[in-house]
């Protein structure tokens, strides 16, 4: 655990929190705050949503090693859809975790996918796995419905900013460690449309 930085909540008379993502009270605040703006902005009628863990592996620059996975995301998105229409509706939010040893730090991505009635799981790991190729760099979890994803946000999410690390401290808030791709709204005409087009060939 790391500690919580001296001054969170004593300035100001307790108004203010340090905000730190290397501050246990804080943390804990955030992780509850990045769940109900899962359930605001990211859940959609008809769709579902995937579980996907992405393991960047070790490096000695943390902040280099997630520039990078977020040009990376941004651009397997892209390809997506241009390869295929089925992809217009998919997006994916997600948090990084980082976490520190011997002078190195373990980078790994927690991410919910949402997918349009069109998308499966193994779409989602196949086009994940273009990217991310390394053995086990990829863990696509089971398709939830709309029901799920409280719980699933709780877990990705928990999952991603309980990571300790005192490289953590150094962040100015937790804008840092999320990662948000695609649209916040699903045109269902849109989808509509796709459907009713033969099977792509995908890739
Ligand atoms: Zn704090």
Redesign the pocket.
């Known amino acids: 655990m790391t500690p919580?930085?001296l001054d969170?909540?004593v300035g100001w008379n307790g108004r203010y929190?340090?905000?730190?993502p290397g501050?246990d009270?804080?943390r804990k605040r955030q992780i509850r705050r990045e769940c109900r703006a899962v359930l605001k902005g990211f859940d959609a009628p008809d769709c579902r949503f995937v579980p996907v863990t992405i393991r960047l592996g070790a490096t000695a620059n943390a902040q280099g090693a997630i520039t990078q996975f977020r040009s990376d995301l941004r651009n397997r998105f892209n390809l997506c859809r241009q390869l295929s229409r089925w992809w217009f509706s998919a997006a994916i939010w997600g948090w990084i975790a980082v976490e520190e040893g011997a002078g190195r730090f373990e980078i790994t991505a927690h991410a919910i996918v949402r997918i349009g009635p069109l998308l499966g799981q193994a779409d989602v790991r196949e086009a994940m796995t273009r990217t991310w190729d390394k053995p086990d760099q990829i863990e696509v979890g089971s398709v939830v419905g709309r029901i799920d994803l409280p719980a699933l946000a709780r877990i990705m999410v928990g999952q991603a900013l309980t990571a300790s690390s005192q490289w953590h401290l150094s962040l100015q808030d937790f804008r840092s460690l999320r990662f948000r791709y695609g649209g916040a709204t699903v045109s269902m005409r849109r989808v509509a449309q796709v459907c009713r087009e033969p099977m792509p060939t995908l890739f």
Do not use: H, V
Not at 17 to 20: E, F, I, V
């Open positions: 919580e930085a969170c909540g929190r340090c905000g730190s501050c009270r804080c």
